[in-house]
């Protein structure tokens, strides 16, 4: 029964044309390239295709249908004599000059040669049949990239499309490509799954259920769709509902957000004149680089194994753990309240600018125009243009493994500071982190020994008033007593200190950002 109206089919017996694949070994010559040749992504599509090519049948490229493109072959009814590298420069000359229906319109001494040799008595006759259209598909690599070399490259880099072609395209693909060329006209396939609703339903009108790529982009954006694509692990069946394509906006919404802050705190950062020597940065701001650095390779390693949704993972970790969750916070005081070009200030923007160009280059591929609009926002990068013309970082070198042990002890000893704040705010002892004073004592010495040089900026990277660190035995990594700073709040810092509203002309401002708005001219 036909598949698309359900009425039954009359078969009948009828001559085709065949490809026999085990002429001159071209099953095996296909079979060797999947094994040896051929890079699969997901890896399981080479067994796939594999055991296809195995048990394939001999391939019928004959069809009975009134359009499509003829077999330009022409055959003697009385001998079976067939005509086909004999006819073919006049077949080609006559579809480049009238397309393909001028072997259907034109008699057949059009493309005879002017004594044709066959028996006695000769009928000729043109074939009647198309080929087959995935013999059209499967050599397509022939038209395309052979004649252009030059500007493409043969075998193509990839081959992708749904995990059904392992039957149709690429196996037809390989078929052709062995046979003319004996090499694949590949060298990596990549195969997805196929889109279903929210309950993992085949999407249908009858179901009403079918979410269009248009209607998503006239009310979301083109950039949270295909942040939605790559976010997902296309080696199975992939999901969309409207519940979703939300929460893809809400981390769209993150890394967007993300990009703003960076820009409005590089509104005034000038890289040529200001920028801090990697050497010379701050602990914190070193750390960010490096971080930088890790997410660049991590992002290109996920890219080059087309496993895209590793790239929005890695973008999501480092915009909300790593930036947002730690880094940008505790660099609110130094940024806001410091002078403009304070040695510390200028130690964040040049981190800050590190960061900007990580995201906005690792995140060009998916969020293409969000990342456009942000590297013109910008305008400072080290090269011009379009971001989509620049270069792929190299930052392998700004990476310090030393550095990341360092930081994870850290991290360990403030998630137990943090835990000790939390205690103090829901105990109504303070309101606020910056209300409070902590005195953390470190019990082992390996954690303090990579932690003792980041103490003279702990009450930043905390973001309390003041902090007091010590060494001693005890139980577990560290115990923490925190409790309200004593002093006065600073009215632009926000920080308690003893000796904020000492000044008669300011009030209620510390000794340091006294000193910053003497430095501003203020």
Known sequence: HCWRCKKPILFRAAQQWFLSVDHENLRERCLEAIQKKIRFVPE?????????????PDWCLSRQRSWGVPIPLIACTHCGKIFGAEIRERVVRAFREKGADSWFDLPVESFLPENPSCCAAPALRKEEDIIDVWFDSGASHHAVLIPRKEELSYPADLYL????????????????????????????????GFVVDGQGRKMSKSLGNVIAPQDVMKTQGADILRLWVASCDYAEDVRLSPQILEQVAELYRKIRNTLRYLLGNLADFQPAQDRVEIGQLLPVDRWAVSRCAKVVEEAT???????????????????????????????????????????????????LAFVLEALVKVAAPVLIFTADEAWESYGRFSETGNVHSSRWPKWEFLYDAALEEQWSSFFQVRDIVLKALEEQRNAGVIGDPAEAHVKVTVHVRQVWGRISPLIPWM???????????????????????????????????WRYTQDAG??????????RCLGALSMSGR
């Open 502 to 511: 000492r000044s008669k002309e300011h009030q209620g401002l510390c000794a």
């Open 44 to 56: 399981w599509g080479k067994n796939r295709i594999g055991s296809m090519m195995e048990t394939r």
């Open 301 to 351: 390693a996920a890219y080059e194994a087309y496993e895209f949704h590793k790239v929005v993972r890695v973008l999501s970790q480092f915009c909300t753990v790593d930036l947002s969750n730690f880094y940008l916070d505790s660099l609110k005081d130094r940024l806001y309240t410091f002078p403009p070009k304070d040695s510390a200030r200028l130690s964040a923007q040049t981190a």
């Open 459 to 493: 009450a930043e990277l905390l973001m309390v008033s003041s902090a007091q660190w010590v060494q001693a035995p005890g139980e577990g990594i560290a115990t923490v007593f925190a409790g309200h700073a004593p002093g006065q709040k600073c009215q632009r810092c």
């Open 161 to 192: 499309e749904g995990s059904d072609q392992h039957r149709g395209w690429f196996q037809t693909s390989l078929l052709v490509s062995m046979g003319v060329h004996d090499s694949p006209p590949f060298k990596s396939i990549l195969t997805h």
